[in-house]
């Protein structure tokens, strides 16, 4: 997903603002893999079998870029989302381009200090290649700020995390690299995971479903 140094550089927010500075129209400038269409399975076992759009999941999205999951979203029905990214051209963007959707929120923030969020606020969280964006140099043994990043990261997740709640997390990156990450110090999860198909059978991405082991994780 392109060299040490560039994939080093997608943790910060100059990067985005410089690659979502050119965006044309409603066409998506990084659809960083798999659109929504595409997800729509995983979403039909993981989200659409236990949420109702009647319910209204409060379903926040982390690192949300120009993604077309959101609106995708919401044409099933589903209209308490919230969109964060900090990327603050994207979120200006956004936030114009679907204006007229009543029912999501584009917010500028950094998912690893979600302080306008309350605790156990979220029914339903949604990473799509953000954590993988942290993520650089040797998987055997990460580097001291990826480990810091996503740990800050997956903590924060795991606070404003209802404890009936679900964190989606769909990587493109091998489970057994991603796994230590996501089961950082000050998280207790229970982890299923899918197998993502791309459609060619040449590369396979994968799908998370997290939930709390118990309320005391909350």
């Known amino acids: 997903m ?6 080093e550089r997608l943790a910060h927010p100059e990067f985005w603002d410089q690659r979502y500075a050119q965006a044309e129209g409603d066409r998506p400038t990084h659809e960083w893999f798999r659109a929504f269409a595409e997800l729509e399975p995983f979403f039909d076992q993981r989200l659409f079998k236990s949420r109702t759009p009647d319910s209204n999941p409060k379903i926040l999205h982390l690192g949300s870029g120009d993604s077309d999951v959101p609106v995708g979203l919401w044409e099933k029905g589903f209209k308490n989302q919230l969109c964060v990214d900090f990327s603050a051209v994207i979120v200006d963007l956004m936030s114009k381009r679907h204006a007229s959707m009543e029912g999501i929120q584009w917010k500028f923030a950094d998912v690893r200090q979600l302080d306008d969020i309350p605790d156990m606020s979220i029914d339903v969280a949604f990473d799509k ?79 998370f479903a997290l939930t709390k082991s118990s309320p005391s994780t909350g």
């Open 129 to 207: 290649g953000t954590l993988d964006a942290m993520i650089h140099g040797s998987p055997w043994n990460p580097p001291d700020d990826v480990k810091d990043n996503t740990s800050r990261y997956i903590r924060e997740v795991n606070r404003v995390l209802k404890n009936d709640g679900v964190f989606l997390y769909v990587t493109y990156r091998q489970p057994h690299f991603v796994r230590p990450l996501l089961t950082c110090d000050g998280t207790d999860w229970n982890i299923e995971m899918d197998i993502l198909g791309d459609g060619a059978g040449s590369f396979a991405y994968h799908g």
């Open 2 to 7: 392109g060299s040490s140094d560039e994939n």
